[in-house]
């Protein structure tokens, strides 16, 4: 399997790498609670943002993208910019029922987004086009939600002191700051027509 990799496959799964070291961190910061690991686990994403960013470049470049490298892509993207937001946010307090319902509406919205891009992409392109618009937000905006989590972190506005508080609805917690990845789900899920790059 190896021998049908491409060059831009390898920077592909240099996200997926990225995206599991930072999961490694944010495992490391439940266990220690020094802020140190969320900074880390926010320079990987970044990290795998770069990554994502290069193998498309080169995919074109060398006119060899392959079915193989876009479903690569799309679960490495998973991992970096669905698993690790979700995971990052559940770590530093929104761990309520709520919370995690929020969070896991996220992680469904990104891997609906990345499907339905998948699908779109391989009716609309030939193999080695460039897609001209992508529908809906892509999933790797949500570096912008990692970002914001590492400032939290970075302020100690973690547990008890996440920002905007905590609600009770039904005896099982919210933190409103969950609504975020709600809101970062629902546009990866719209029909919101956003030019490509």
Not at 64 to 74: C, H, K, P, T
Not at 159 to 177: N, R
């Amino acid at each position: 399997m190896i021998r049908a990799f491409h060059l831009a496959d390898w920077f592909t799964l240099a996200n997926a790498m990225c995206g599991t070291g930072a999961i490694f961190a944010i495992m490391e910061y439940n266990g220690s609670n020094q802020v140190k690991h969320v900074y880390i686990a926010c320079i990987l994403v970044c990290l795998a943002l770069v990554f994502d960013i290069l193998d498309g470049h080169i995919a074109r470049w060398r006119q060899n993208a392959s079915a193989l490298g876009r479903e690569l892509d799309s679960l490495s993207d998973m991992i970096s910019f669905g698993i690790v937001p979700a995971m990052i946010g559940f770590s530093i307090g929104m761990q309520g029922l709520w919370d995690r319902l929020a969070l896991a509406y996220f992680i469904a919205c990104g891997v609906s987004r990345l499907a339905r891009y998948n699908l779109t992409a391989a009716a609309i392109v030939g193999p080695n086009e460039k897609v001209r618009q992508f529908e809906g937000t892509p999933i790797p905006t949500s570096l912008l939600l990692v970002l914001l989590l590492t400032i939290a972190a970075a302020k100690d506005a973690v547990g008890s002191g996440i920002w905007f508080g905590e609600l009770s609805i039904m005896d099982q917690k919210l933190h409103p700051f969950v609504l975020l990845f709600v809101l970062f789900g629902s546009l990866m899920i719209s029909r919101i027509p956003i030019p490509k790059p």
